[in-house]
């Protein structure tokens, strides 16, 4: 059983930066990729960037050059940087986990810009 926890969200003005962690524990040895999406109140849930083991990443192109993916192996533990925020990002941001034989998803963090 693996379990995600993220946390960092929060209410911040236009213009300002949080980061956002997704600490995994449990049965965790090796993940094939890290991913964090986000929902806004009456939308679906969206990608907003994702990291593969190999360190490749992807960005929704809404994020580019604002958001930075990263992940730390030994704290089994990933993370979103994301500075510029904008009122459009607010949402409940839930991390995602890929592993060789399963997927997880997490609780969400809710993430408020105000402008």
């Known amino acids: 059983q693996v379990q995600l926890v993220e946390s960092g969200g929060g209410l911040v003005q236009a213009g300002g930066s949080l980061r956002l962690s997704c600490a995994a524990s449990g049965s965790v040895f090796r993940f094939n990729a890290m991913g964090w999406y986000r929902q806004a109140p009456g939308k679906q849930r969206e990608l907003v960037a994702v990291i593969t083991s190999g360190g490749i990443t992807n960005y929704a192109d809404s994020v580019k050059g604002r958001f930075t993916i990263s992940g730390d192996n030994a704290k089994k533990t990933g993370y979103l940087q994301m500075n510029s925020l904008k009122a459009e990002d607010t949402g409940v941001y839930y991390c995602?986990?890929?592993?060789?034989?399963?997927?997880?998803w997490g609780q969400g963090t809710q993430v408020t810009v105000s402008s």
């Open positions: 995602h986990a890929l592993l060789p034989t399963a997927s997880y």
